[in-house]
């Protein structure tokens, strides 16, 4: 789909569908910008009162000798209260009134809003639109498909293309971190990942990839990323991206994906409706993958290393086991009371691994973790737990401005006592069930070196949906690609 601008609204190009923005007003719907040429096919109709202008409402008429066949009304609530999100979730709206239509050109009309800039206004048009336009529907037989057949969506009052052609960069990882989550866990392996970060450095000069395989991961020591991945068919692995976009520069943020591309719990074996989306367990790596894929389509300004630890959580007579100890890369041995906190376990070795490597300045990692903070937070807003004020409130902000919302938890360091162990350094898992997230920030924390920022995005609830919803016409989201891009955008 193309996705192109156009500033006039009296000069607009034909199209099968114009999309038209309302406010919410107490007296009825008001359209938000200046139409004139269908001011006699609009003000019959909100006469009748039939349309509100309520957020994400639409209706559809018909048009004869117009420069569209079709209208669409998309209501965008109050103007007072009218937000870069609620831009994003109200042409989501009207997205779905296209899908499987037959409607190859589309003219969305942007609103005037008085408290956003244009910029911000386009941008969130831009994203609402290419958001909802992903469709996953690889397993579908053809009768069954309903896709997009939208080629071209023009953005009327737009004047920046700019501003598109970002969007456009940026939701390529995010769809790329889309695919992987929603494809099967027999298709996206370990290697697979490997593969897909060596697709990612032959597309783009800017990025290198490394993978380590099995043997190279003994000689690392990594124990704990070998334990869990001893029962596989499919060897673990370590993948790495080095993305340079500022080669000038000695900065260097490193963010680290939890990949486990199947959790069966291992010995501590999920329970059914538990089991059955634990393809999606990999969504932190998968999100990183995308972050690079975002960053390289865009020529982010940025250096960022990648490191995805990934395996499969699987059963047989080789898994480790409750009760055993294991040594990490660090150093620290960790004693195993369940074998379903394997996230942390793969995440802790990473870290070490990539700090001793790399030498970051700052760290982030990803991880659908646990689910404790699903009870805690849904599946609005993500996990975030931070060692670092600042950088905290960085990612906040970041948040607000993608929809990409994280709410920040306390690293409560007095539940570190819940983590003590008789016969190891450390436990893997507090054994009781409350403050789980946030034992398990505790524990990666215990692999951070203390100068570094840090922090931990807990996904497990925005990464992989029960149903879609708003943009997200899928399970599987891409989150938190966008907040990255935006947050080192604003690295200082």
């Known amino acids: 789909m193309q996705l ?12 099968d569908l114009i999309v038209a923005p309302f406010y919410q007003t107490k007296k009825g719907a008001v359209i938000a910008t200046n139409l004139a040429d269908l001011k006699g096919t609009i003000d019959p109709i909100l006469k009748l009162q039939d349309f509100s202008g309520k957020s994400g409402a639409t209706m559809l008429a018909y048009l004869s000798k117009k420069t569209e066949k079709r209208l669409l009304l998309l209501g965008l609530g109050e103007s007072k209260g009218l937000t870069v999100e609620g831009i994003r979730k109200a042409y989501s709206a009207a997205m779905k009134r296209c899908q499987g239509k037959d409607w190859a050109h589309v003219n969305f009309v942007l609103p005037k809003c008085d408290k956003l800039q244009l910029s911000d206004v386009t941008r969130a048009v831009a994203e609402g639109i290419a958001l909802s336009s992903y469709v996953f529907d690889e397993w579908k037989s053809k009768e069954n498909k309903s896709p997009f057949k939208i080629k071209k969506a023009v953005l009327i009052g737009a004047s920046d293309a700019k501003i598109c052609k970002k969007v456009l960069g940026i939701l390529s990882g995010v769809n790329l971190a889309r695919n992987l989550v929603n494809r099967n866990a027999l298709d996206v392996t370990p290697k697979t990942l490997g593969d897909e970060a060596k697709k990612l450095a032959k597309a783009f000069p800017s990025v290198k990839a490394t993978v380590l395989g099995k043997k190279e991961l003994q000689k690392e020591k990594m124990g704990l990323l070998l334990a869990v991945g001893n029962s596989s068919r499919i060897d673990p692995a370590l993948v790495m991206l080095e993305y340079k976009g500022n080669p000038k520069s000695k900065d260097l943020t490193m963010v680290v994906g939890k990949g ?20 999606a367990d990999m969504g932190g790596a998968a999100a990183a993958i995308g972050l690079i894929q975002a960053a390289a389509s865009i020529k982010l300004k940025a250096n960022i290393a990648m490191v995805v630890p990934t395996t499969e959580n699987a ?16 150093g620290k041995t960790v004693e195993i009371t369940n074998t379903d906190a394997e996230g942390r376990l793969i995440l802790a070795d990473a870290l070490s691994y990539g ?15 646990t689910g404790a903070v699903v009870v805690a937070l849904g599946d609005r807003q993500a996990g975030m737990y931070s060692n670092h004020d600042k950088f905290a409130k ?11 919302n994280v709410w920040r938890m306390p690293l409560e360091h007095r539940y570190k006592e819940l983590l003590k162990s008789d016969i190891a350094d450390i436990k893997n898992a507090a054994g009781k ?25 807990d996904i497990a609830g925005t990464a992989f949906l029960d149903a879609p919803r708003d943009y997200h016409l899928s399970k599987a989201t891409g989150s938190p690609v966008r907040l990255l891009v935006e947050m080192l955008e604003c690295i200082e």
């Open 394 to 404: 960085q990612c906040e902000k970041a948040g607000l401005s993608t929809g990409e």
């Open 4 to 15: 192109l601008t156009h500033q006039s609204t009296t000069k607009r190009p034909k199209a």
């Open 260 to 279: 486990v591309t199947f959790d069966s719990g291992g010995l501590n074996l999920k329970p059914t409706n538990f089991i059955e989306d634990m393809r």
């Open 355 to 369: 700090q001793k490597r790399f030498k970051p300045d700052r760290i982030i990692d990803l991880a659908t973790l």
């Open 315 to 330: 059963i047989d007579s080789e898994s480790y086991k409750p009760g055993d100890v294991y040594r990490s890369h660090l």
């Open 433 to 457: 069930r409350m403050a789980g997230s946030i034992t398990a920030a505790i524990f990666l924390h215990e692999f951070i070196e203390k100068k570094t920022p840090w922090i931990h995005l």
